[in-house]
């Protein structure tokens, strides 16, 4: 199975195509979409977008790491990381997708 990404452009467009918005229209709008999300987690909270997921904002306490290569005790200092918790919705479709490609492989063998 082949994976392509989904860019910003790849969402602009299908915005241009589905809702009639120019091109440029269309652009600012995925770019404004994606700057209040940023801003929300910059600001510590949660994302919670319906029938496709959460982003959470983590706070990581101080642990003590290893360096692979050497075996060397590194400190990792604690942090901020943002997680992405897809919905039951998003999961069950992912799922049923997945069902779908599987059987088609198996069919074409």
């Excluded at 269309?26 to 949660?46: H, M």
């Excluded at 306490?61 to 998003?90: C, D, H, M, W, Y």
């Amino acid at each position: 199975m082949e994976k392509n990404a989904t860019t910003r452009s790849t969402l602009s467009e299908a915005v241009y195509r589905n809702v009639g918005l120019s091109r440029n229209e269309s652009a600012s709008l995925v770019d404004s979409v994606f700057t209040e999300i940023s801003k929300s987690l910059i600001n510590g909270q949660d994302v919670k977008i319906s029938s496709f997921g959460t982003f959470i904002v983590r706070n990581k306490k101080e642990r003590v790491g290893r360096n692979p290569k050497t075996g060397e005790e590194v400190p990792i200092t604690a942090r901020q990381v943002v997680t992405f918790r897809a919905s039951n919705v998003l999961k069950s479709e992912v799922s049923d997708l997945s069902k779908v490609d599987t059987s088609i492989e198996t069919e074409n063998r």
